[in-house]
């Protein structure tokens, strides 16, 4: 027999809360540790509640892809977010901001797997181009080439073309070799 319907209610909204006031609690822990500012770890906190409430979605909504996407890339930030106001990673955000990119990459692969479970070029090339463009993004932040971000899209701007044209070639391929692997497309 199936429980109450008012006490099914109950039950998420305690969940819920439990939930808020566990990560609540480690949120105020991590922000009385070495005088850190209590804003960067209430933001960092922030981003990982909204990580948690999407995986809670990504558990029990039909739409769990979009929802996996969404918690896994806002729990990477949240933790990054954490470290930096920890001063566990010394530099600033400021110049770590290309690492937004990779994070989203990242949260393709398991949002892919979830919806077809195996890895599929239709999740897996845009997730690499992500990861991609945060890592040479990341070069120019942290000024670890000799010339400036500028100056390389003035000089390098047909290969950047060049190399878009490529990945909409390799999604092009995917999509329509699909069919003959005995995939059915969504």
Known sequence: MYPDPKRRIAAKFVFIIGLFLMLLGSAAILGTMSGTSRVSVFTAFIFVIIGAVCAVFAIKLNRRSLYLFFAAFFIQVGFFLFLIALGIIAIPFSELWPLISVFAGLALIPAGWHRYHRLRSRYVVPALAF??????????SLKMVPF????FIINWWPLLIALAGLVLV????????????GDPHP
């Open 131 to 140: 990861v991609i463009l945060g890592c040479v993004l990341m070069l120019f």
């Open 148 to 151: 400036s971000f500028s100056q």
């Open 170 to 181: 390799l999604i092009a391929l995917s999509t329509s070799n699909g069919g003959k692997s």
